[in-house]
């Protein structure tokens, strides 16, 4: 384990609002960037092969990153949105997935 993993807590946010009091509510996915690397867990069972769902879920985490970018005042909304596009058009077809991992069961909190 590293010295900066003792000293220093790892960064979670926060379970959204709406969430702990929803009747029914399962998580889709984390993502970190670990030394550099992009870490990430998902269910891959939520919608089944439903994989139009999955894009659906890519489009709104846009739009909100979309509004954080403009709300911050980095970007206007519209901006934000055709950034996002040209990084998933420019990314998406030629990424190669440098995954590695393990299907692990999920956690009841």
Sequence with gaps: M??????EP?????VPDGV????QAVELIRAWVADGALAVTLN????????E???RVLA????HIARAA?????LGEGHSIEALRKGFDASFPKSELQA???MSKRVTH
């Design 60 to 63: 709104q985490i846009g739009h």
């Design 53 to 55: 769902e999955w894009g």
């Design 10 to 14: 790892l960064l979670e946010l926060d």
């Design 100 to 102: 590695n991992g393990k």
């Design 2 to 7: 590293s010295d900066h993993y003792e000293t």
């Design 20 to 23: 702990p009091e929803a009747e």
């Design 70 to 74: 403009a709300l911050s005042g980095e």
């Design 44 to 51: 891959g069972e939520a919608f089944g092969p439903q994989l």
